[in-house]
């Protein structure tokens, strides 16, 4: 079976080679889809795990206790443009810079390969023009 997961890494945890040790010791494959290291040095990485379903579990609770957070994985982030008004609210809290004005434009930008979908922009917008799609 496949899990799409959020996995939030400490700082001390940042460089473990997590994806060879899920696969060696769990047989789970992990195929990253985004990953991101804040400037705080916290590390985010979100993946689609597969593997049988014991075993991912297993996997997962030993992530747990690596001081791993782990937690399901939202879908896509999804801008309206019909109701965004560029007023660059949802930028000033973007940790990934996923979100920008165009200084020449000042109209929004969204570079979807930079998101984490930590979902912070989504409660910043005065016009709801930003959701998930899950
Ligand atoms: S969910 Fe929003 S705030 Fe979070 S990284 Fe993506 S665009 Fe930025
Ligand atoms: S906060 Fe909302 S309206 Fe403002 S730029 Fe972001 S998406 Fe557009």
Redesign the pocket.
């Known amino acids: 079976m496949k899990k799409r997961v959020k996995l939030t890494f400490p700082q001390q945890t940042v460089h473990m080679p997590i994806t060879y040790r899920l696969a060696k010791d769990f047989n789970v494959a992990a195929n990253i889809i985004r990953a991101q290291v804040t400037p705080n040095q916290v590390g985010t990485l979100v993946v689609e795990l597969s593997g049988d379903i014991d075993q991912l579990n297993e996997a997962i609770d030993w992530l747990d206790a690596q001081g791993i957070k782990v937690s399901l994985a939202s879908g896509e982030i999804v801008?309206d443009e019909d109701?965004?008004?560029?007023?660059?609210?949802?930028?000033g809290v973007c940790p990934t810079e996923a979100?920008s004005?165009n200084p020449e434009s000042f109209q929004?930008v969204f570079s979807r390969s930079r998101c984490i979908v930590c979902e912070q922009?989504i409660p910043?917008?005065?016009?709801q023009?930003?959701s998930t799609n899950l």
């Open positions: 801008i109701l965004c008004v560029h007023c660059g609210l949802c930028t979100l004005l929004l922009c910043t917008c005065p016009v023009a930003i």
